[in-house]
């Protein structure tokens, strides 16, 4: 609201970090969104011939660095070797068992495991194809030997289903996001330090 009237033309780069800097206080990542978006409108423009400049461009560097948000996760081999060896000995239900022995064999996100849904799924192909809304592109996962026993497995009990990990409360809905979580927790693992469902991709 601060620029939105104002003719795209007559914004510049000022303008621009002024309200920027207003959304910096309240949050990084979304001023860095906000600035992105800033640049695609005033793109647009340019190809429009609304104006002939893109100010977002000479803020870059302007802005408080984004911190590191990255996940637990664990990498080294020992300790990942204990990790496996206590997800073969969870004794949590059925579908978590499986959840949690599948995770480190992809290289999805757990958002996109724990929402896989059997109509994507091919075991005699060994393959499993979904969409990528984030990157907006197909995606296809070749499936090792030990997932498609895994998922036999699996099928009998949630194969009459949508969800290959139905939820605990609703089997019409998906595993809860923080189920894995919850298990590396009951398992012993700080989930804020050791290891994440999110850091199994970084391992």
């Known amino acids: 609201p601060y620029i939105g009237k104002q003719p795209m033309a007559a914004i510049t780069a000022p303008d621009l970090l002024r309200v ?16 992105q978006e800033c640049g695609q409108i005033f793109r647009y423009g340019m190809a429009t011939g609304r104006n002939i400049h893109d100010p977002s461009t000479a803020l870059r560097g302007a802005l ?18 204990k990790l496996l060896k206590d997800i073969h ?3 949590g239900t059925f579908v978590v068992q499986c959840a949690l022995k599948l995770a480190p064999m992809f290289f999805t996100r757990i958002g996109e495991l724990r929402t896989a849904k059997w109509a994507d799924i091919d075991l005699d192909a060994a393959e499993w194809r979904f969409y990528i809304t984030k990157t907006k592109q197909d995606h296809i996962v070749t499936l090792p030997t030990q997932a498609v026993a895994i998922l036999r497995e699996l099928h009998q009990l949630t194969g009459s289903f949508e969800h290959v990990f139905y939820g605990h409360r609703d089997r019409q809905r998906p595993m809860s996001p923080a189920t894995v979580n919850r298990a590396l927790t009951i398992m012993g693992y700080d989930t804020k330090s050791e290891i994440t469902g999110h850091g199994f991709r970084a391992t």
């Open 20 to 35: 920027i800097q207003r959304i910096e206080t309240r949050s990084i990542d979304t001023a860095y969104r906000a600035l």
């Open 64 to 81: 408080s660095p984004r911190p590191d948000n990255h996940f637990a996760a664990i990498t080294e081999p020992h300790e990942l070797a």
């Open 89 to 91: 000995s969870y004794h």
